[in-house]
């Protein structure tokens, strides 16, 4: 069988010229017929001038014949002169349905490149995958409000950026033991929000990478824990919601999952769906991450206690007498009352912003400073 060859298809000059010459006329008669200067007629033919609605409809006149059939000659001749090697368009198509490409580039994750080629195999880099067609995998435990079970274009980007940080961080192997003595250095960090700066060391010393990655616009992240290798376990932040009481119950909830080895054995997402809810339908195991992240803010039994005795007037005053007895800062307090209260305008002047303390001493990127 033989291959298909496209057909030549010749600029509308050539079949001009062979309309003049079957009529006879010169280029200087059809300019005058048309009422227009020589030099049209002569860049026509030569296939510098392409031929106008306008100029179309004169022909037609001249020589008897519809305007459609020089416009349709015109239309054939400029399509075959483009040309898309490789099918470059549909390829980049393809990039941009798969990942967060633009987002990706501004934040200069992957650098851009006029090469569809070099393009691909950039984003094949950082999601460690083969070729475009492969699925990017990573074994994770993540917290995201208002979510699928599926793990987002966004999410996946944003979990690599994480992976890619933590694998270059050198900290010492990590223990269980040890994580659970730096939870107990990291409690009395909760009375003053500029102790949050202590985070990032702390958990460095116990083994466990940190890192910090301001989340994609829609991707509803607020932290992760997965691990490297076998026994590297790395939690990610993004510190969405800049609050005390977020930041301390998303750490403690992560934390949780590398005590129980979340994520650890398989390559199964395990994740939220709902920030600090205990609901029937979640997994054991994020039901326990919730327990512990709102139980290490503020021990249930002591606000249990403090709601019984108060309600239903919950006086500033009471609230910040409270925290101090307990020793953590009010915030924490005031978190935990707006979920049992179902009020989340009570007392926020109290809920302060910690991103800027932490992100001074954590591994980082984002909140305008990208990094590649």
């Known amino acids: 069988m033989n291959a298909r060859v496209p057909a030549e298809v010749f600029p509308p000059g050539e079949f001009l010229r062979e309309e003049l010459e079957a009529r006879e006329w010169s280029q200087q008669e059809l300019a005058d017929i048309l009422d227009r200067p020589p030099r049209l007629v002569s860049e026509i033919i030569a296939g510098k001038r392409a031929i106008t609605p306008e100029t179309a409809k004169g022909l037609a006149d001249a020589f008897g014949m519809s305007p459609d059939y020089w416009m349709n000659l015109e239309s054939q001749y400029q399509l075959s002169k483009v040309n898309l090697p490789n099918d470059k368009v549909a390829r980049k198509a393809r990039l941009y349905e798969k990942f967060p490409v633009r ?59 994480v992976k890619a940080m933590a694998t270059q961080q050198v900290v010492p192997s990590y223990s269980r033991s040890n994580l659970l003595a730096a939870l107990e250095n990291l409690k009395p960090l909760i009375l003053s929000p500029e102790e949050v700066r202590h985070v990032p060391r702390i958990l460095a010393e116990a083994g466990v990478r940190f890192v910090l990655v301001e989340p994609m616009a829609g991707s509803k992240m607020d932290g992760a824990c997965f691990w490297l ?26 934390i949780e999952h590398v005590l129980r ?9 395990v994740i939220d769906t709902d920030v600090g809810e205990d609901r029937v339908e979640l997994p054991e195991c994020e039901r326990l991450a919730n327990k512990a992240g709102a139980e290490f803010c503020v021990p249930s039994a002591e606000l249990e206690n403090f709601i019984a005795r108060v309600q239903p007037y919950f006086s500033e005053e009471k609230v910040l007498r409270f925290a101090q007895r307990i020793y953590v800062h009010p915030g924490l307090v005031v978190g935990q009352l707006q979920r049992k209260m179902g009020r989340h305008d009570f007392l926020r002047k109290h809920q302060v912003k910690v991103r800027s303390l932490v992100l001074s001493s954590a591994d980082a990127d984002g909140w305008g400073s990208f990094t590649e």
């Open 103 to 161: 987002e990706m580039l501004r934040r200069g994750w992957v650098r851009a490149s006029e090469n569809i080629d070099v393009m691909e195999q950039r984003f094949c880099d950082f999601f460690s995958i083969p070729n475009v067609l492969a699925e990017p995998e990573l074994c994770h435990s993540a917290k995201k409000t208002h979510a699928t079970l599926d793990v987002t274009p966004l999410q996946l980007a944003w979990l690599f950026r």
């Open 229 to 254: 290798d076998d026994n590297k376990p790395v939690i990610g932040m993004t510190l969405r919601f800049d609050r005390i009481d977020n930041f301390w119950f998303v750490l403690r909830h992560e």
């Open 261 to 269: 080895e979340d994520g650890k054995a398989n390559n199964e997402a």
